[in-house]
């Protein structure tokens, strides 16, 4: 086997290690946009964050440092709620109309989880999503 072919394995194996232990990998593309929505419920309550550009599960939002983290809001007025500590400028959003977003400030990188709840026109919704900032 060829120096750069077990160079390549091992890289790949490294990663794959990494991957299934649970530590991140380091941020290569900072400054990305994270578009996510809400699924409500009859009475409004928000029942899961997904991602918009193709409706997948986003109670766990991996970002990096500069990114930017975009709720699109429709129906009642919605708040995002950062309990204790905020990855974004911000520690409660306001109530908005349209959208919610904030840039992930620098030093949040490698802090444990930034759990958030969403008030729906004021009312807390039972539901614990996070924000996870990479390094």
Known sequence: MS???????FALSLLAAQLASGV?????NPGKT??????????GCVLKVKKESDGADADEVRVCE???????V???AKSIVF???SPLEWLDSGFKDQKIEGTVQ?????????KYSIKVDGMDCVLDPKIIVDP
């Open 106 to 114: 620098a030093g949040t990188a490698g802090k444990p989880p930034f």
């Open 83 to 85: 309990d204790g500590a």
């Open 3 to 9: 120096i750069a072919r077990m160079t390549t394995a």
């Open 24 to 28: 991140a990998v380091a941020c290569d």
């Open 34 to 43: 994270h578009a996510l929505k809400f699924k409500v419920n009859d009475d």
């Open 66 to 72: 500069t990114d930017v983290v975009k709720w699109r």
């Open 74 to 76: 429709t129906g009642k």
